[in-house]
């Protein structure tokens, strides 16, 4: 069985980037801003504020929750393996050394 990875976490960056923690342990990055700028269904995500405070994990994948109750099938939600093939791998930015 071929391996699909899975979000378990996503950070919102600045710019419209976030931070995607893989199963595997792996930070990437991902840019958000060229798929916002497309518009249509993703145009409310063009809100700061709506871009973050909508940003979740569904379906073991980045997504944004469009209607605030959580039903995977009405988010819109990236492929995690194109996600995992395409991000570029990045420090952990919540890791902070006292």
Known sequence: ?????????AVAGDN???????DDGRVRLYDAAPLIKKGGVFAPLQET????????VLNDTLAWDMNGDMDPEKCIDVDPCELYETCAVVEDPLW???
């Open 1 to 9: 069985m071929e391996w699909i990875p899975k979000i378990v976490q």
């Open 16 to 22: 419209f980037t976030v931070y995607l923690y893989f």
């Open 49 to 56: 504020d709506f871009f973050k405070d909508r940003l979740t």
């Open 96 to 98: 902070v050394i006292s």
